[in-house]
C-alpha cells in the first residue's frame, strides 16, 4: 500500500529542540481556546527540515488561495502574509537557545502523540520538558479570522530523541539529586 504524500506536512529533523513545551496539558493563550503547543527550535544549519518547511509553507499557501483571498478580489502575495518560519536570530536576540536559529510554533486542540526514539509511549511527564531534543509531526494551513491571514502550524505528534540542558532556569529534580556529595547523610 503506497502513502500519497501530504505537501503540507513536515517532520522535523532528530536536532529539533523543544521550547515552551505544553504538551500534556492545554493552555489558554489571551482567552483563547486551550491548545497544546510547543515552539520548535530548528538550527539554521538543518537546511533539510527548513527547506522541507518552506515547502509546506508554500503548499499550504497554494492550497488555501481562496481562503486566503476572502472578500477580496486578490489573493495577497506569500511574502506579505503572516508565516510560521521565524528567525530566531531576529527575534529573540540574546537568547542562547534561539541563536543561529529558526522557530515555529505549533498548536493543537487535540493532545500530541509523543514517543521516545524507540517509538514506544512515553507516560512519565518529567521525560518531556523545554530543552529536549525530538522530531515533531506538523502541518502548515491557511488562515483567514478576524482580519488577520496567513498560514499556521499544527502539531500532530512528538518524538523525543535525547535529553537537552532545560530551558527556562529550572533543574530536574533528578539532576539536583545527582550528586554524591550528601551520600553520607544517613550514616
Do not use: H
Request: with cysteine; proline share 5%.
Amino acid at each position: 500500500m503506497s502513502k500519497i504524500a501530504n505537501p503540507t506536512k513536515v517532520i522535523t529533523g532528530v536536532n529539533t529542540r523543544w521550547s515552551y513545551a505544553n504538551v500534556w496539558d492545554p493552555k489558554s493563550i489571551n482567552g483563547g481556546a486551550p491548545k497544546y503547543s510547543v515552539s520548535l527550535i530548528i538550527p539554521k544549519n538543518d537546511t533539510v527540515t527548513v527547506n522541507k518547511i518552506k515547502a509546506a509553507i508554500q503548499a499550504a499557501y497554494e492550497e488555501g488561495e481562496s481562503k486566503l483571498k476572502g472578500t477580496a478580489k486578490v489573493c495577497p502575495a506569500l511574502d506579505v502574509i503572516k508565516t510560521p518560519l521565524r528567525d530566531g536570530d531576529k527575534e529573540r536576540p540574546g537568547d542562547e537557545a534561539y541563536a543561529n536559529s529558526y522557530f515555529i510554533n505549533a498548536n493543537s486542540a487535540t493532545a500530541p502523540g509523543i514517543v521516545d526514539a524507540d517509538r514506544q509511549p512515553i507516560l512519565d511527564r518529567s521525560e518531556v520538558y523545554s530543552g529536549v531534543y525530538g522530531r515533531a509531526s506538523i502541518n502548515l494551513y491557511a488562515f483567514n479570522s478576524n482580519g488577520n491571514r496567513g498560514i499556521a502550524c499544527g502539531l500532530n505528534n512528538l518524538q523525543k530523541i535525547r535529553d537537552g540542558e532545560p530551558l527556562g532556569g529550572k533543574s530536574r529534580a533528578e539532576d539536583d539529586f545527582a550528586t554524591e556529595e550528601d551520600d553520607d547523610f544517613l550514616s
